[in-house]
């Protein structure tokens, strides 16, 4: 009995699932480096603590939500879809001529690396900075923030697409060729059909992910509901930030479930009858899709710069 | 009627029985849906080019705007560098990481939450997303303005609203990366009487493990972006001094500071590159 009551011990003092030594060393380094890098931020315990009595505060005032000037709202909100649709339009129409120069495969080096060289530019800036420069340019106002988002798209769409089109399998384009097709038409018999898919998948990420942007730019005066937010801030009408805030996050759900249902028709080809059905199969295969550009860029190496938005 | 009969790859399907003579890729209903869909992207594009407010005159004037903008911004002021905007670019990196270690912490256990096959609760599943989705919902200049409200203008408010903003991120693709593990391991644990603790260690970790640090380095290397613009609503870190220089229409600063951005972004990149070939 003796024996195996040592044994036991030793197995509990053995711990298999303590933390290794290199585990805790790093973990004590992160902490370190909290705490260095909060005193020279200048964080105290102080400041948190008065912030929470401000946030209280803060709370009360926002609700009830203000619903007196919807029609600012309305006019905020209508022009940033209308910036999100357009600089989409813009961005994808623009990205797509890119994204073929830009493939290797296809293309010889003198034409991909202007090709790579613009869209790493577009892709390096954050989307506000670039408003900032059009503001500049264009003056106040939702041009400026449909060129920014442009930009932003043709980074974003620009690097993913032309990794599709690097990937595909170059048998058919072997086969379209031989039959003597125009490059033209190598281009739309062999290539697009294999990266269609993709694509649509991008896009709709994309006219996504410009929809939360679109609510942003205004902030630097291009247009949008973001100026509306911007200057609700600074009067205090904590109330309208509130009716505000809700109106975006319904907006950009809405703008998910949207995505969806044109992922389903895209490239599950649902028809009518099956929507209204509302299949599961096909609904399911979307869901994989949506989160297909967001999941890729976090497991690709190097690819930091295309997400922002996910 | 063939549209009543769901057939996801008409190719597949050559011996379903009755087919039509001639090969039709999508049924009526298919092509119906296709077209409202087109229809209705045309009609947004119209209706947005119809109604969207451009002043013409601004848009002539673009380019010697541009020719302008270019001219105040050379030479770059190299010389403003030490000092203020050196340390607002080391506030700048500061926040980013902080920000980023804060919502690891918060974003775990959220993330963990919205696994369904970790927690078999469809109500805590539903709730996790939702703080997920309201996390992803708002930008994190709008975070930024939140906390201003809050904690007052600098950069405690900025490095919150990053990890706010984080949140949503690393909890959704670590939930999912989750619920792509392996069941195997897991059900052996689970098999051997072990603690949640120890399943959630020794089950899913493993796993998760390559996914998990590839989404926080992504995350660190975007909120090093996100954090250089928060000062532009007052939240600290460079952003601030390039609000300043805008300002002050010090333009030759303001290039300055672009280029600096631009620096650290692409240092920032090829540093999360590096990390990622070493941990994976």
Known sequence: MAGMNSHDEALREARPFALSGKAKLGLIAVIVYAVFASTQLGFSWDRFQAGLGHGARFLSRMFPPSLERLDVLWQGIAESLEIAVLASTL???????????????????????????????????????????????????????????????????????????EEISLKQVEAVRASGASFANVILYAVLPQVFARFVGFATYQLDSNLRNSTMVGIVGAGGIGGTLFSAFQRFDYDFVCTILATIIAIIMLGELLARVVRAILLDNVSLADLLRGSAGGRKHAAANADAPAARTALRPGAGTAGGDA | MNETTHIPRPQASSTAGALPDTWIRYTRGQRLLRFVLYLLFVLAIVQSIRTIDVIPEFLYDAPTQMADLVNR????????????????????????????????????????????????????????????????????????????????????????????????????????????????????????????????????????????????????????????????????????????????????????????????????????????????
């Open chain 1, 91 to 165: 961005g994808i129409l623009l990205s797509l001529p890119i994204s073929l120069l830009g493939a290797r495969n296809l293309m010889p080096s003198w034409a991909t690396w202007p090709a790579r060289a613009i869209v790493s530019l577009c892709r390096a800036l954050h989307p506000v900075i670039v408003a900032i420069i059009f503001v500049k340019a264009v003056g106040f106002g939702a041009l400026a923030g449909v060129l920014a988002l442009s930009v932003a798209s043709i980074g974003f769409i620009g690097k993913l697409f032309t990794e599709a089109i």
């Open chain 2, 73 to 280: 911004m050379w030479p770059v002021a190299w010389a403003s560098f030490p000092g203020t905007i050196q340390q607002a670019l080391i506030e700048t990196l500061h926040m980013a990481t902080l920000g980023t270690i804060l919502a690891v912490i918060m974003a775990v256990p959220v993330g963990l939450a919205a696994a369904g096959n970790l927690t078999p609760y469809r109500l805590v599943n539903v709730l996790a997303r939702f703080i997920l989705v309201s996390s992803r919902s708002i930008n994190s200049l709008v975070w930024a303005l939140l906390f201003i409200a809050i904690f007052g203008p600098g950069p405690l408010a900025g490095t919150i609203a990053i990890a706010f903003r984080s949140i949503g991120f690393i909890g959704k693709l670590l939930g999912e990366a989750i619920e792509d593990a392996h069941p195997g391991p897991v059900e052996a644990l689970t098999a051997t009487g072990a603690r949640t603790s120890a399943i959630i260690g020794y089950g899913y970790w493993p796993q998760i493990r390559p996914a998990f640090w590839s989404i926080v380095l992504l995350r660190w290397d975007i909120n090093v972006r996100e954090s250089a613009v928060l000062g532009l609503v007052g939240a600290g870190g460079i952003g601030m001094a390039l609000n300043s220089a805008m300002d002050l229409f010090q333009w030759d600063k303001v290039a300055l500071i672009l280029v600096l951005i631009f620096t650290i972004v692409i240092l920032a990149e090829i540093l999360i590159t590096r990390a990622r070939r070493k941990l994976l």
